[in-house]
T-cell receptor
Framework: GENVEQHPSTLSVQEGDSAVIKCTYS??????FPWYKQELGKGPQLIID?????GEKKDQRIAVTLNKTAKHFSLHITETQPEDSAVYFC??????????FGAGTRLTVKP | DAGVIQSPRHEVTEMGQEVTLRCKPI?????LFWYRQTMMRGLELLIY????????DSGMPEDRFSAKMPNASFSTLKIQPSEPRDSAVYFC???????????FGQGTRLTVV
């Protein structure tokens, strides 16, 4: 089955700096890669996703890149703000049927 | 829509007792997922249903765990008997089959003492 690894487990940045979180996956059949943000006491919420036919996708301050050959994808957050502080999860699946999540990255943005 | 609704939000029970967690997916969604979240293991997929039919339950840890989806608007996850190591936050999520975004509920925090 799919195995997703995520790094780093914790990340602390200064407000305004960029944050990068990286994930690798094992199943070459996976074709859908979402990123979820989880705030304290809440369920994960989708923030951006990418399909395997696209190498990069951007939405305002967040972007995701995908390297299918190397089987890794990354989340980039620019101009970080304190409200970006949360736990971020990457995931991989084939057609969203059985998403497998990474272990999560706790991002702290210091004012 | 109110989103995915899980109940209870918190459950504290004694070891050996039966625990039932409940989920109401978003109306019209036909895929439902149960996840367990712990510090050690992160978010683990336990089981998922398509059109009320269990598709993959390979993530269910033991025979003590069972899940049902009697209709499109309700699912349960049962643990019998419960053990302290079952303590975790259990999430239910739903989506449209073939769609991309899965919507998560607020979770049920289970503590088994």
């Amino acid at each position: 089955g799919e195995n997703v690894e995520q790094h780093p487990s914790t990340l602390s940045v200064q407000e305004g700096d960029s944050a990068v979180i990286k994930c690798t996956y094992s199943d070459s059949a996976s074709n859908y890669f979402p990123w979820y943000k989880q705030e304290l006491g809440k369920g994960p919420q989708l923030i951006i996703d990418i399909r395997s036919n696209v190498g990069e996708k951007k939405d305002q301050r967040i972007a995701v890149t995908l390297n299918k050959t190397a089987k890794h994808f990354s989340l980039h957050i620019t101009e970080t703000q304190p409200e970006d502080s949360a736990v971020y999860f990457c995931a991989a699946s084939m057609n969203n049927n059985d998403m497998r999540f990474g272990a999560g990255t706790r991002l702290t943005v210091k004012p | 829509d109110a989103g995915v609704i899980q109940s209870p939000r918190h459950e504290v029970t004694e070891m050996g007792q039966e625990v039932t967690l409940r989920c109401k997916p978003i109306s019209g969604h036909n895929s439902l997922f149960w996840y367990r979240q712990t510090m050690m293991r992160g978010l683990e997929l336990l089981i998922y249903f398509n059109n009320n039919v269990p598709i993959d339950d390979s993530g269910m840890p033991e025979d003590r765990f069972s899940a049902k989806m009697p209709n499109a608007s309700f699912s349960t996850l049962k643990i019998q008997p419960s053990e302290p190591r079952d303590s975790a936050v259990y999430f239910c999520a739903s989506s449209l089959l073939g769609s991309t975004e899965a919507f998560f509920g607020q979770g049920t925090r289970l503590t088994v003492v």
